[in-house]
């Protein structure tokens, strides 16, 4: 499967933005698809999961309540919606996908998932 982040941006501390990761080649529902991200100088972190059909999500403490994700199969997408984003959330943002059908997905671990696509930079203002 090939992965494409896009949606990123320039916004101001408190605003809001919506990641999109456009899925093609495979069977889409079959995957459970992360968000990771990294900020210059450090190391890539978790951000955001769902399972293969959107029923079960998990997310990093420091975006819980403030990041959604979804999915919609029939569009092969992933979204990550920001909302009041901060400074400290600047980073490029990456999707992942591993094949998993189980209803618990694949949790934080970046090396549980297989493919991943380019990312797409996010930069907050304070």
């Known amino acids: 499967v090939q992965l494409q982040a896009s949606g990123g941006g320039l916004v101001q501390a408190g605003g809001s933005l919506r990641l999109s990761c456009a899925a093609s080649?495979?069977?889409?529902?079959?995957?459970?698809v992360g968000w990771f991200r990294q900020a210059p100088g450090k190391e890539r972190e978790f951000v955001a999961t769902?399972?293969?059909?959107?029923?079960?999500?998990y997310y990093a403490d420091r975006v819980k309540g403030r990041f959604t994700v979804s999915r919609d199969n029939a569009k092969n997408t992933v979204y990550l919606q920001m909302n009041r984003v901060e400074p400290e959330d600047t980073a490029v943002y990456y999707c992942?996908?591993?094949?998993?059908?189980?209803?618990?997905?694949?949790?934080?671990?970046?090396?549980?998932?297989?493919?991943w696509g380019a990312g797409t930079q996010v930069t907050v203002s304070s």
């Open positions: 992942a996908a591993g094949d998993n059908q189980s209803d618990l997905g694949l949790g934080s671990s970046a090396s549980r998932y297989d493919y």
């Open positions: 080649g495979r069977t889409f529902s079959r995957y459970a």
């Open positions: 769902t399972n293969w059909s959107g029923g079960r999500t």
